[in-house]
């Protein structure tokens, strides 16, 4: 499913203008070991514009009062502030309502929600949840959980050596059992871009729901819940340039409304008596306990802040930073590139020989340059291509083709360190 | 370039391209593994240990970065011959040298191990460093599981 971004202005799309939007992030203009900060590891968590850093400030310098409760002004601000936050990431996402936008504290715990509410009262021994063999741990581990409370079964469709879905194997693998399908838009790990609009046709051809995972999706890709025509979406605040500890679990309406509450607690009931207690319409029905206020006002600051950025223009910026990186990285001697998917965001997961991913990503640190270097936690898919680790080299809005050169250079000197 | 300097020492380089003792040992008598979650980074050590308690033979095979293959290479030169009690003492010292509250002075009865010294400037690595000796004691206490350094 190509992304559907949107073109702003005339038909000359304006050049992206990288420089502005670094000096919306105040971080990147820091040294680090005395060489500029090379911030690569945006897959793991992205840096925040000052609009975020100043929401979350705004909110405990003036606004801060618990929220659907209070009948006094501050907090029917906060109230405002935080529905209001609710509302825009409803339209950020394509949902048909805001109900259908519930707050969370990241990805996971979004997954484990739909695990344990909407999955576990349906599933039989025997029963069968599908996922891929490129997840990340956050997406295998709540089912093998909820499997193992039930006695049902999780299988991976496979994925073929350049670390694409196998499509045919994944619509085989659905069946009878098939209770629900998860699956990632991005892998974490590689960067590769499931087709999510057509695996979810080929699952609801079948009358079987689909989550999208859509962690490392949302700061490369629109993300249109009704354009994937999924049934969950999971996304995480900070990795598309809002705070940590806050995320959402787009669920539709229908489903939300015949699932369970997942936890109680105050915020998510209608009336409580010692004998029981009935339950607060959506979304408050799946958020017991004040949740994290300030976090969700920042989200809201993240997706206004990307709203306003010309996505087409983005999309191609990363485009070339990703074609570029492949280009260079794969040019290092002794590097091999590790997921070679024709569709791809801007993620470079590589091994050099002989030098282990930790000291090659130690080298790089000398030199300021922040890489991932691991397992990706997705040790299924380290298993199934063959290297216990890898190092990843992750962009976003703010990379700069001076980045990817920097990195190179500090790449072709790793042989040299390590005595090789 | 001079706190990589400090981290991989030749010594460490040069025990990286050619561990010692690298290899499995099919007639051990105690054998553990080490785990590093963080990273999956993975090794076996081998052990025999005679009735006097003596360290007899020590081998490891694994995956691991520079410091993690290069710490298990000196650490079976280092135990050779040496008692239980010894050996767990000088994982002590090695553990204090690498992790400690205080640095520790470079010569404290450590050896060859002392050019690790440089790995207290680089705390993610103090695991990696640690693994080996941890599945050591592991396989010294009898114990057969997996232990996560």
């Known amino acids: 499913m190509p992304a559907t971004q949107v073109r702003r202005g005339t038909a000359l799309t304006p050049r992206y203008d990288v420089a502005a939007v670094r000096r919306d992030f105040p971080i990147l203009s820091q040294q680090v070991r005395g060489k500029p900060l090379v911030y690569l590891d945006s897959a793991a968590t992205s840096q925040k514009p000052q609009a975020v850093i100043d929401a979350v400030s705004r909110f405990y310098s003036a606004g801060n009062a618990n929220i659907h409760r209070g009948v006094y002004q501050l907090s029917e601000t906060a109230t405002a502030a935080y529905e209001g936050a609710r509302a825009r990431i409803a339209g950020f996402l394509n949902a048909g309502s805001p109900r259908e936008v519930i707050f969370t504290r990241g990805t996971t715990e979004a997954i484990n929600l739909v695990a344990q509410s909407y999955l576990r009262p349906r599933l039989q021994p025997g029963d069968e949840i599908l996922i891929?063999?490129?997840?990340?741990?956050?997406?295998?581990v709540p089912w093998q959980l909820v499997a193992a409370q039930t006695g049902a079964v999780v299988r991976a469709a496979p994925i073929t050596d350049a670390g694409e879905l196998d499509l045919d194997a994944f619509d085989r693998m659905l069946g009878e059992r098939t209770r629900l399908v998860s699956v990632a838009h991005i892998s974490n790990a590689l960067g590769t871009v499931h087709p999510v609009a057509r695996i979810a046709a080929l699952a609801h051809a079948r009358g079987i729901p689909v989550l999208v995972d859509g962690a490392q999706s949302v700061a490369?890709?629109?993300?249109?819940?009704?354009?994937?025509?999924?049934?969950?979406?999971?996304?995480?605040?900070?990795?598309?340039?809002?705070?940590?500890?806050?995320?959402?679990?787009?669920?539709?309406?229908?489903?939300?409304?015949?699932?369970?509450?997942?936890?109680?607690?105050?915020?998510?009931?209608?009336?409580?008596?010692?004998?029981?207690?009935?339950?607060?319409?959506?979304?408050?029905?799946?958020?017991?306990?004040?949740?994290?206020?300030?976090?969700?006002?920042?989200?809201?600051?993240?997706?206004?802040?990307?709203?306003?950025?010309?996505?087409?223009?983005?999309?191609?910026?990363?485009?070339?930073?990703?074609?570029?990186?492949?280009?260079?990285?794969?040019?290092?001697?002794?590097?091999?590139?590790?997921?070679?998917?024709?569709?791809?965001?801007?993620?470079?997961?590589?091994?050099?020989?002989?030098?282990?991913?930790?000291?090659?990503?130690?080298?790089?640190?000398?030199?300021?340059?922040?890489?991932?270097?691991?397992?990706?936690?997705?040790?299924?898919?380290?298993?199934?291509?063959?290297?216990?680790?890898?190092?990843?080299?992750?962009?976003?809005?703010?990379?700069?083709?001076?980045?990817?050169?920097?990195?190179?250079?500090?790449l072709a000197r790793v042989r040299t360190v390590m005595g090789r | 370039m001079s706190d990589l300097g400090e981290l991989y020492q030749s010594v460490i380089l040069d025990h990286n391209r050619a561990p010692r003792n690298c290899r499995r040992m099919d007639d051990a008598d105690r054998q553990a593994e080490g785990y590093n979650p963080l990273c999956g980074d993975r090794l076996s050590v081998w052990l025999k240990v005679g009735e006097d308690g003596v360290i007899t033979d020590v081998s490891f095979v694994g995956i691991g970065c520079a410091i993690s293959q290069a710490s298990a290479s000196l650490m079976t030169l280092s135990v050779k011959g040496k008692t239980r009690a010894e050996a767990l003492r000088l994982f002590g010292r090695f553990h204090d040298m690498v992790a400690g509250d205080q640095p520790t002075e470079p010569a404290a009865g450590l050896g060859k191990l002392a050019v690790f010294s440089g790995v207290r400037e680089f705390p993610s690595r103090v695991k990696c460093a640690s693994l080996a000796w941890h599945a050591l004691r592991s396989a010294l206490a009898g114990e057969t599981a997996t232990t996560s350094s």
């Open chain 1, 132 to 140: 891929t063999a490129m997840e990340h741990h956050s997406n295998i």
């Open chain 1, 220 to 410: 490369h890709l629109a993300a249109d819940v009704r354009a994937f025509d999924c049934d969950f979406f999971a996304c995480s605040g900070h990795k598309m340039f809002g705070p940590t500890g806050v995320g959402v679990l787009y669920g539709r309406e229908a489903l939300l409304e015949a699932m369970p509450p997942w936890q109680g607690g105050g915020d998510m009931i209608a009336s409580v008596t010692l004998e029981g207690s009935t339950w607060a319409e959506l979304p408050a029905k799946f958020e017991a306990g004040t949740p994290d206020i300030a976090g969700v006002v920042g989200l809201g600051a993240a997706v206004d802040y990307l709203s306003a950025l010309d996505r087409g223009a983005l999309a191609a910026h990363e485009a070339e930073l990703l074609a570029v990186a492949t280009d260079r990285i794969g040019a290092v001697p002794d590097v091999r590139l590790i997921g070679t998917a024709p569709r791809k965001a801007s993620v470079v997961s590589f091994v050099m020989d002989g030098v282990h991913p930790h000291d090659v990503a130690t080298v790089l640190d000398a030199d300021g340059i922040c890489v991932r270097a691991g397992h990706h936690c997705a040790q299924p898919l380290m298993r199934r291509l063959g290297v216990p680790a890898t190092v990843r080299a992750s962009f976003a809005l703010y990379s700069t083709l001076d980045e990817v050169d920097a990195l190179v250079a500090s």
